[in-house]
């Protein structure tokens, strides 16, 4: 028992929390395909995972859909789906204000975070992002905590990041965002905050940089995956329970020939079925080195209301193309919010991925070979979970656990 | 090189192999999740197949659909789907006939085999399954090879198994269908065969009794993992080249209170539209102890046509349905055979499973919680082949590789 950790318990978006008096953790290891863990942990070389999974827990959760990094951050800090806490890609199109709106702000948030619930409860959190991106979402009506990002670290200040002196807390400099280290830097600052005693409630939200670049096998991503580990070492040492999981998972998008996979959907419908498309590809982002914004899921809008069903039918038998919903059905099996969907869902197989048309798209930009997300294959994401669970979480972890539960696994869910 | 093994290469279903002179082990371990994988590895009581996954390959593959033992074993024995080798389950509706038909019988198989083609082509062939229902199938047309299972082993005789005292060759009793040494009693026998030179081309095809019972974390689960490696090192001690893969994963489902978790489709259909319905269970089969005849994918037969849209669209936004297809979509997407499908597909969620009607599933017989498969959470399953592939088959296995290329990365694929 540590005196100084809160053990006060808090309740958001109805479920209740009731912390651990030690430092609790949760990292989003972006793009984690379990293959990544697997290969890595197959040649020994992430010893303090292996530990995590052999005395706490080790399985597959469902995450939630489109499997994107915005939708499953917001998921995981608010506990609940995008059919709730309203974040259901970077972009979506605005039909009344005729216009596509990013949604990378908290103001799109609908749902209360855990990390604000756990700051009012007393407990001292801290949020790390790799990207600037996310850090509004992720610190939504945060108080008295620390929220920062590695690409921004040294412009951290006390007034809005409740911190400074980012670089020196940490001992490493503010890391270039396509880089190993924007990811190690995030989980160097969660060892350094925990260990200085700035904070005991941590969320790190990493970034999939390296996943969208290297398969699993790679040194570059084998080397990865060791500095991480050497963290999670670091921070089982000073006492921390920690949750470990993805926002989504990887897979090559590629021809035969290693060629980017894509079908442009937005081409396909005009000219099939003439004008009055617009195709949304919300993984779109500001940075597009990595993926060329094009993902496996894409939102179809359409001018002619009558002809959802037939476009529907016709999209769901083309190749490469594994489901497609409507509105309704769409927003159900998706968890989708409705206002901020469209006339139809469309999926892509694993190794495809879906676009607007030839000319949105940047694939020279692409470092590398296209590895992707965004679809049904990217899905399952890894759960682990450093300490024994306790029966009732034994059992919840047997049904269908969610990406989004690992707070409640990580301070629930411990004996 | 072993001058006695044929290197003769042989084609079959459009698809050419070339086999290595070494003896060539296909396994198909029935139900495997790679959850179990990963869980007995990270205890170290898989040693053998993490050499496996460190000097060859290790990775994620899409099996056949619907997830079912059948359908995926006719799969990796013909390398190509169930749309062109026609076993789609082990039943289905012959709407000529008006009868439903168990397609446990090679008449039904519509592909001819790669062991009958590596037989012809001079391999020494064996085929060893643990229950006798697949035993037929896997040995059509093939000529002057073995073909027994563990369930019959003693019942085995030199002109239609290709062998005799089959327990006297393995050094084990016939075991009990419902036994972890059910499917030990197969690896067993594959070594035996191969150290009496009485094979070098192996199909190896295990039961799923002990997944459908035990999770991953079990010690029965473990142990049963535990004595598989050793078989797989008594055969990579004999020079073969192993590759092994599985039919389908396996997942709880349960509610929260442990109980099963099932949709009566017939049922449901019948209460909201009234008579016309035929609900198939293609997971139905002799062998109920394990899993009821309850799996996450039914086929639905409707006496009016008319309504199929309307039904369709019911069924879709229904808790636990995650995917309802007409013919024509679901032949595409699920690769079905179009004259042994239905006029609605359906599958469910992680956690739950498709019936019939109440009455038509004795769910006392079931030997502790149920655990199940036939949906798309059970679609993806680990492929592990022992040696180091080859650059092109590195590529391929970057793309979307199905476990029915296992035959050919195991001849193929390696360096």
């Known amino acids: 028992m540590n005196k100084q950790i809160s053990t006060n318990k808090f309740s958001v978006n109805g479920k209740e929390y009731v912390p ?106 801290a949020v790390v992002t790799a990207k600037e991106k996310l850090r509004d979402i992720l610190s939504y009506k945060l108080e008295g905590g620390i929220a920062f990002s590695a690409e921004k670290a040294d412009q951290a200040v006390l007034e809005t990041h409740g911190i400074e002196k980012v670089e020196e807390v940490v001992g490493h400099k503010t890391p270039p965002i396509y880089s190993a280290d924007a990811s190690l830097f995030v989980l160097r600052a969660g060892t350094a905050l925990i260990e200085k005693g700035m904070a005991d409630f941590l969320y790190l939200s990493l970034t999939d940089y390296m996943q969208h670049t290297y398969a699993p096998d790679t040194e570059e991503s084998l080397a990865f995956y060791e500095a991480q580990d050497a963290e999670f070492g670091k921070m089982l040492e000073l006492g921390a329970v920690i949750g470990a999981t993805a926002d989504h998972g990887m897979n090559a998008k590629i021809k035969s020939d290693g060629s980017p996979n894509v079908r442009f959907i937005e081409t396909m419908l005009t000219e099939k079925f003439g004008n009055g498309f617009r195709v949304i590809c919300p993984i779109t982002d500001p940075y597009v080195k990595h993926h060329g914004a094009l993902g496996s899921y894409v939102a179809v809008h359409m001018e002619d209301k009558s002809k959802i069903n037939e476009v529907k039918d016709w999209l769901a038998v083309q190749p490469g193309i594994t489901e497609v919903y409507d509105r309704e059905t769409g927003c159900r099996i998706l968890e989708q919010p409705e206002d901020r969907t469209a006339d139809l869902l469309v999926l892509s197989g694993r190794d495809v991925v879906l676009g607007r048309t030839p000319a949105d798209h940047d694939l020279n930009a692409l470092d590398g070979s296209l590895r992707s997300h965004g679809g049904r294959y990217e899905e399952m994401v890894p759960l682990v979970i450093s300490h024994p669970l306790n029966a009732t979480y034994k059992r919840k972890a047997m049904g269908d656990p969610r990406n989004f539960d690992v707070f409640d696994f990580t301070t629930n869910g411990i004996q």
Do not use: W
Not at 36 to 53: F, H, Q, S, V, W
Not at 55 to 66: E, N, S
């Open 20 to 125: 651990p008096s030690r430092p609790v953790v949760v990292v989003c290891m972006d793009g984690s395909a379990d293959e990544y863990l697997d290969t890595t942990m197959a040649l020994d070389r992430m010893p303090n995972l292996k530990k995590m999974a052999v005395q706490g827990y080790r399985g597959m959760v469902r995450g939630a859909l489109p499997s994107f990094t915005n939708v499953n951050n917001s998921s995981i800090v608010t506990g609940v789906s995008p059919a709730v806490h309203g974040i259901c890609g970077n972009f979506f199109y605005d039909t009344v204000n005729d216009e596509e709106v990013m949604m990378n702000s908290s103001k799109y948030l609908r749902a209360d975070t855990i990390l604000a619930a756990a700051a009012n409860a007393g407990r001292k959190v």
